[in-house]
C-alpha cells in the first residue's frame, strides 16, 4: 500500500491538546487494523529538547535509543504503545545542520543551497525516512505551535509540497480552539476561521477541523465553519474537554472520526478493536475511593506543573486506576522545607511521596529532608532518578553521620561524594559538552532476587531508560549495603548501581532509571503499580 501521511496543525493558540490529539488518532486508525507511525516536529532551533528547562517547555522525554525529545512522543507511545526513537522528532536545528554538513561535505554538487527548497526538502526525507523504519501505512505529523508563526513557514512549505507531489496521499487536519467569552456565554467560531484562511495562504485546505473547546461544538456552528472553510460538515469534529485524555478517542470515535479520516484518505476499516479502551475509559469514570500522592520537586510554575512531570503524572495515574483509586496528586515544593522543617510535617497527610527527576543544587536539602521524614515515618517513598541520588545521600548522611555526604552534581568539593560524577562525563563537563551527553536511553540491569523490585517485575532481568551524569559511587556500597540500603539492581556491564531498597521500611525504592516512560494506561509500570499498592497500604493503617 503507498504510504499515506496525515499533517496535524494548530489554529488560534498553543496548548489545546494536539500531541493527545494526534496519538489518539494514531491510536483510532492503529485499531481499524493499520501500521501507524506518529512524528512531532518542533520549530526550535535547539537539537533535541534535552538542553530546554524543563519547567518551561514540559518534560523531555526520553525514547529506547535514548533521544531526548519533546513530551509529545510520551503521548504517543502511551496511546499506541509503539517506540519512538529520533527519527519520530524533528526540529529546526537538525534540519539545518544536516543541510549545512552536506553542504560542506559537497552533496549539492556546487548548486546554491537554498532555504527553500532544501529546507522543506531535507524535512520530507526526515519524515519519510520514518515512515520507512517504522513500515507505516499511515503516518501522523504533529507539527508544533501554531498556524501564522513565522518559524512554522518551512514546515508548511515542506508539507504543501509533498501534497502537491503526492496529493492521493497527505492529508490535513487542523485542530483548532472555540473560545466561549463569559461575557457572551455564547461560543465563536472567527478564530477558528481566520486560521483556516492563514492556512489557506500557505497553500494548504485543511481535509479536516478538530474543534477544541471547553463545551461540545454546536450543529450551527459546524454549519458556520463548513460554509465558510469549503469543508463537509462531517469532516468538522467536536472536541470538548474529556474526563481524562484517554477519553479523547473515544469522544472522536463517537463521532465517527476512525471512518471519517479512512474513507477520505481512500482506505477501509479492517477490523475495530477498541473494547479493552472503552472498558478501561468506563472503569476509570466509576472510581470513587482516592489515593494520594506527594509530589517532592522544584519545576513549579503553577501553571504547567502537568507539562513539566507529564510522563509521571501518568503513571501515577495508570497505577492508581489499575488500583481502583482515583489519583490525588499534591505539590510540594522542597524548597520551604530547608526555610521551615516543620512544614515537613505535611508529608503525614500524604499516603506515598515522589521525588522525581532533575538538575542542579536548588532544592534539593529540602528533598534530602523529605527522603529522611519518609524513611523514619515509613510513608511509601519512590525516588526517580535524581530522587534514587536523594534517598541515597539521606541515607548516607545518616550511616556515616555526617551532613557532608553528598552527590558531586549539587557539592563538587564533598569530602563524601556518596554520589559521584560519571567517569566518561568529567571531560564533557570541562569541555562544556552538554547537549546530547549524558547516559541516555535503554540499558539493562540485573536484579537481586530478594528485593522488593524484583518481585514488583516478577523478572530478574529488565531494561529501563536513563538520562543521567553522575552515578552511585561504588566506595561507598559496601557501607551503605551493611546498614540498611539494599542494593537491588546493578546493571551487569558496568557494575553500575540502578536500584537501592531500604531495608526496615515498607516500600522506599529509587531507582537510577526513569520508570516513568514504559508506563502505558492499560499496562501500568510494575515499579508505580507496587508504590500505589504500597500506598493504599499506608491509608488503610
Ligand atoms: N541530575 C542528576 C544526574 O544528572 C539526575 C538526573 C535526572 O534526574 N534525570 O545524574
Given amino acids: 500500500m503507498t504510504p499515506k501521511y496525515i499533517f496535524v496543525v494548530g489554529g488560534v493558540m498553543s496548548s489545546v491538546g494536539k500531541g493527545v490529539a494526534s496519538a489518539s488518532i494514531g491510536k483510532i486508525l492503529q485499531s481499524r487494523g493499520y501500521k501507524v507511525a506518529n512524528i512531532k516536529c518542533d520549530m526550535y532551533v535547539n537539537i533535541d529538547a534535552g538542553t530546554i528547562r524543563p519547567a ?78 517504522n513500515q507505516s501505512e499511515i503516518t501522523i505529523v504533529e507539527f508544533g505551535g501554531t498556524v501564522g508563526e513565522y518559524q512554522l513557514l518551512l514546515f508548511l512549505e515542506a508539507a504543501r509540497m509533498l501534497k502537491w507531489k503526492e496529493p492521493k496521499n497527505v492529508f490535513f487536519i487542523l485542530v483548532s480552539y472555540l473560545p466561549t467569552p463569559s461575557l457572551l456565554g455564547e461560543q465563536k467560531s472567527k478564530p477558528t476561521q481566520y486560521a483556516v484562511r492563514t492556512l489557506n495562504s500557505a497553500g494548504i485546505s485543511p481535509d479536516f477541523i478538530l474543534c477544541r473547546a471547553d463545551r461540545p461544538v454546536s450543529d450551527s456552528i459546524k454549519n458556520t465553519i463548513s460554509t465558510v472553510c469549503s469543508l463537509d460538515k462531517e469532516r468538522i469534529i467536536s472536541a470538548p474537554d474529556v474526563y481524562s485524555i484517554y477519553d479523547v478517542l473515544i469522544n472522536f470515535e463517537e463521532e465517527n472520526l476512525g471512518s471519517i479520516i479512512l474513507k477520505a484518505i481512500g482506505l477501509k476499516t479492517k477490523k475495530k478493536d477498541l473494547i479493552d479502551w472503552n472498558k478501561f475509559s468506563n472503569k476509570v469514570k466509576n472510581i470513587k475511593e482516592e489515593v494520594t500522592i506527594g509530589i517532592v520537586g522544584k519545576y513549579f510554575n503553577f501553571k504547567s506543573c502537568r507539562d513539566t512531570y507529564i510522563s509521571v503524572i501518568e503513571s501515577i495515574n495508570h497505577s492508581a486506576w489499575w488500583h481502583n483509586r482515583k489519583p490525588n496528586i499534591v505539590w510540594l515544593d522542597s524548597e520551604k522545607y530547608e526555610n521551615n522543617p516543620e512544614e515537613l510535617k505535611e508529608l503525614d497527610k500524604m499516603d506515598g511521596i515522589i521525588v522525581p527527576g532533575g538538575f542542579g543544587k536548588r532544592g534539593t536539602e529540602g528533598m534530602i529532608m523529605a527522603a529522611d521524614y519518609a524513611f523514619q515515618k515509613k510513608i511509601p517513598y519512590f525516588g526517580l532518578c535524581l530522587g534514587m ?136 509500570h510494575p515499579l508505580f503499580k507496587d508504590f500505589i499498592k504500597a500506598s493504599i497500604k499506608k491509608q488503610k493503617a
Avoid at 549539492?108 to 532544501?118: A, C, I
Avoid at 557501607?479 to 546493571?491: C, D, Q, S, T
Fill in 56 to 133: 518551561e517547555h514540559g518534560e523531555v522525554f526520553v525514547g529506547e535509543d535514548g533521544v531526548e525529545a519533546d513530551q509529545d512522543l510520551g503521548n504517543y507511545e502511551r496511546f499506541t504503545d509503539q517506540v519512538c526513537t529520533r527519527d519520530n522528532y524533528v526540529t529546526t536545528g537538525q534540519v539545518y545542520q544536516e543541510v549545512i554538513k552536506r553542504e560542506r561535505n559537497l552533496e549539492y554538487k556546487g548548486e546554491d543551497v537554498e532555504v527553500v527548497p532544501d529546507i522543506p526538502n531535507e524535512i520530507i526525507r526526515r519524515i519519510k525516512a520514518c515512515q520507512k523504519k
Fill in 389 to 524: 541520588q536523594i534517598m541515597t545521600i539521606a541515607f548516607a548522611r545518616r550511616i556515616l553521620n555526617t551532613k557532608d555526604a553528598n552527590s558531586t552534581e549539587l557539592a563538587p568539593n564533598t569530602k563524601n561524594p556518596v554520589i559521584s560524577t560519571m567517569e566518561e562525563q568529567k571531560k564533557l563537563i570541562k569541555e562544556k559538552s552538554y547537549g546530547g551527553t549524558m547516559r541516555l536511553g535503554a540499558c539493562p540491569a540485573k536484579l537481586k532476587e530478594k528485593s522488593l523490585s524484583c518481585k514488583a517485575y516478577g523478572v530478574k532481568e529488565i531494561s529501563e531508560r536513563h538520562r543521567h551524569r553522575y552515578e552511585f559511587n561504588n566506595d561507598y556500597r559496601e557501607i551503605l549495603e551493611k546498614n540498611g540500603l539494599r542494593i537491588a539492581g546493578v546493571n551487569p556491564e558496568r557494575n553500575l548501581v540502578e536500584i537501592v531498597e531500604a531495608e526496615n521500611h515498607p516500600w522506599m525504592v529509587g531507582v537510577q532509571f526513569h520508570p516513568e516512560f514504559k508506563s502505558r494506561p492499560l499496562e501500568p
